[in-house]
Structures are given as C-alpha cells and as structure tokens.
C-alpha cells in the first residue's frame, strides 16, 4: 500500500523537508490514538539508527504520543528488528523504529509495529493516515493523564541474549575470524558484542557513526570496503549489515559476495535436513534468481513469489504457514524467531551452518548457479506508458523469445519515477537482448507521450 504518508515499509523522506517534527509530533499523535485500547496506562517504545535527524524526529515524537497520554520508552540506537522483538518483550501498545534503513543519511522515516511485533496492516495504516488530515486537539489528553517518557538502559543487553539463543546453548564460534560491517548504523554496538561473547574473532568496520556516514561506503548497498578487508586480514567470513540491520549479505573467504539468494538456500537445505520447515518450501519475491527456484525443486522443496518488498514476503509466509522467507537484497525473516528481517539473526544461521559442516563459506553458501539476470530502469514520466498497444507487444515477444526457461519481470518503481525491466535466462546474451529491446520500445513510447 502507497498513501499520501506511508510507503511499502512505513513513512520515508527527506529529514527536515517530507519528514518535519511537525509531521512526527502528528504521527505520534495519531498512532497513540489508534492503539489505546482499554483502561491499561499505554505505552510505546522508540528506537532509532544512527542519522543526525533522528534526536528531531525522536523528541517530536515523544512529544505526540505523550500528549495523547502514553508513556514512552526511550531504547536509543538499536537495529530495527530489536524494536519489534522488545515491543513484544515489553508488553508495550506500540512500537517505533525511526530509520530510513538503506538510504543516505539525508533520509529518515518512521516504522510503526503493532503490539505484536509485526508491521501495521494496511487498514490501521489507512486510519493513521486519516488522523493525520484531521485536528486532533480535542483528543489530547488532560493535564493530569499526560504520558511520561524515560530512558531504558539495559535493552542491547537484551537483544544480544534474544540473538544468542536462536543458536544451540553449546554452538561456539570460537576459531572463526569474522569481519562485520555495521554500516555505521543501529548496529554498531550490538552486533560485534553477539559475535565476540558467542567466542568470534571480530574485525568491526563501519561502527564509528558520526549522525552523517550511514551507509557511506560501507554495509550491504556498498560492500567493497567489506571484501577489501576480509581479504586483508584473512578472514572466514565477512557480514555485511544495513542501517537498521534488518537485511545482511555475506562475503566468502575468498571475497566474493553472497546475496540473499543464497542465504535462504543455505537455510532451507539445512532446516530441512534437521525437519525444521513448517512448510515444504520457502517464500520470496519475483526477483529472486530463477537458479534458486531450480534448487529447491531438485531438494523437494517449493518457493512461493510474491511483490517486491519485505512486508509481502512476510504476509504470504503468516498467511500460508512458512518459516522462511525473504529478498535478494537480504532480507531474510526467519519467523521462528523474528516478526521482521533480522540480519544479525540470519547471519548467526548462516555460521551454525558453517559451523556444522565445518567446510569454508565458499563451499557451504554457493548451493546452485545463478541464471544470467539483467535488470534496467526506464525513467517516464507516468507507468501509463506499460498500457501502450506497442509496449504490451513488445513484452509479449520478449515473452516468447525467454520461452518456458526464461523469466521476465516488468514493473514500476515504488519508490521513484522508473519501470523497472529484468530478465533471466541460461543465454546471456539474449536476456541481454530482451532487457535492451523492451527499454528502447519502452522510452520511446514514453518520449512520444512526454511531445503529445
């Protein structure tokens, strides 16, 4: 769902410009109203990763939630899916995460989660979003029945032991030597902290924020400074988090980069040897590579595709009972233990397997060969170009050319004005071929209407 506010994964903009203190007073405000249900004193907590804007957005929203009559529980920088499991943990009404995850520093958002742990529904969305058009005034709260709001102290401590316990009490990561790259985001305490009392020799980049570095040349959307180091100082494995560490990618010993594709498999053969899957198979989304579905059909198992965007994977999995699932780009959720992508927890999967097998990253999260993939972006003006008899044509050809072992996703961007076009097939040459045709007819349709 798209509102005027909310996006696939919460409210995200430009600090200080589409996400003003103005705008998170009235959504703390307005999501304080929408969770106080019955006579119990509320309460919300509020995490955050490490951008400057994050003290402004953080006190507008203590001061909406407070004003509504809920108590507030500051938690300080912490990975976003710390604030999910300490929404629970906590017995809290609501819970925050103000992150604008993967995006520069100049970015900020505002991640809701319901009392269980789990991103809101597009209905309660939706009803936010009305609050946010109206004066709510009224609704404040008396003098008297002000919320109060306070720091919590002890809570990396908790998500660490949170972390830790998804691993066998016995498992040890002792002789492995790791480097982590936190991004310079919410995890840049937590994660090196799990590692090295799990007994992991630990070389940390990326864990000195300044409020302005996040995600600048480090983490999962920019892993050449991980693979540099990991060759450097001759590691085993190299983790790469994003700014709120809800998505991880791994680098082998040898510094090549493993994506998320590979991640689920790893986990999906190994959970299926130890009868761990809740269902025969995994989900994710329509970009996965099709190598990955082949494998899991050659191990009985079956991968259910749904839009691109974390939240789809999630309800398709709630909704039809599996365990695992993610994206590409790295979000794995693991729902036995997490309500949302976790990276610090899949990539603790990941070394139990290694662990296990006691063979090198390379051998153990290389399970199947990706099929040639290519994927461009058209910028237009409006996605109306895609209902064009001649780009319908077009597609349809490109459809025939792929044939039956080939795959061809179209689609407009969620997030900015493009049409995203991917295509994969064993033949590089002609994905390559279908992923450059359908542009041309595409941005010619689309410079025709821009003149009519």
């Known amino acids: 769902m798209a509102g005027k506010f909310f996006g696939t994964d919460g409210i995200r903009g430009r600090a200080n410009q589409f996400i003003t203190p103005e705008l998170a007073l009235k959504v703390g405000q307005a999501t304080g109203l929408a969770f106080q249900r019955g006579d119990h004193r509320h309460r ?21 939630f407070t004003s509504v009559g809920m108590d507030v529980l500051l938690l300080g920088p912490m990975p976003t899916p710390a604030v999910a499991m300490l ?17 520069p520093f100049e970015d900020n958002g505002i991640k809701l989660f319901g009392p269980d742990g789990f991103k809101l529904s597009d209905e309660l969305e939706h009803e936010i979003e009305r609050m946010l058009e109206q004066d709510l005034a009224p609704r404040l709260a008396g003098s008297r029945d002000l919320g109060r709001a306070r720091r919590v102290d002890d809570v990396r401590a908790r998500y660490i032991e949170f972390a830790k316990r998804t691993l066998p009490r016995n498992q040890s990561l002792e002789g492995l030597r790791i480097v982590l790259d936190c991004a310079n985001g919410a995890a840049y305490r937590a994660a090196p902290e799990a590692l090295w009392e799990l007994g992991a020799e630990v070389f940390t980049i990326g864990d000195e924020p300044d409020g302005f570095n996040i995600n600048h040349d480090v983490g999962s959307t920019a892993p050449d400074a991980l693979i540099r180091k990991v060759r450097e100082v001759r590691a085993d494995i190299g983790i790469a988090l994003d700014g709120d560490a809800d998505r991880v990618l791994i680098v082998d010993e040898q510094g090549r980069l493993v994506n998320g594709d590979q991640l689920m498999a790893v986990v999906a053969n190994s959970w299926k040897e130890e009868g761990r899957l809740s269902r025969p198979g995994i989900v994710a989304t329509i970009m996965s590579n099709l190598g990955l579905e082949r494998y899991l059909q050659s191990i009985d198992l079956n991968l259910a595709r749904t839009a691109v965007g974390d939240r789809y994977v999630l309800e398709h999995m709630r909704e039809h009972g599996y365990n695992v699932g993610g994206e590409q780009s790295g979000h794995i959720i693991l729902s036995d233990y997490s309500t949302t ?32 993939q290519v994927l461009k972006n058209v910028r237009v003006a409006s996605s109306g170009v895609m209902q064009q008899e001649s780009v319908q044509r077009a597609i349809k050809m490109a459809e025939e050319k792929l044939g039956s072992s080939g795959r061809l996703v179209i689609r407009p961007s969620g997030t900015e004005p493009v049409i995203r076009v991917m295509a994969e097939a064993d033949d590089y040459n002609l994905v390559e071929d279908v992923v450059d045709g359908l542009c041309d007819v595409i941005r010619g349709r689309a410079s025709a209407a821009a003149a009519e």
């Open 341 to 372: 992508g976790d990276g610090l927890v899949a990539a603790l999967q990941i070394l139990a397997v290694v662990r296990k097998l006691e063979k090198p990253v390379s051998q153990v999260c290389r399970l199947f060969e990706p099929l040639p």
């Open 44 to 64: 919300v907590v509020i995490g955050k990763d490490t951008r400057l804007s994050g003290y402004m957005i953080e006190y507008a929203l203590v001061a909406g």
């Open 87 to 103: 929404t629970r943990s906590m017995r809290a009404d609501v819970g925050v995460m103000i992150s604008a995850s993967h995006n």
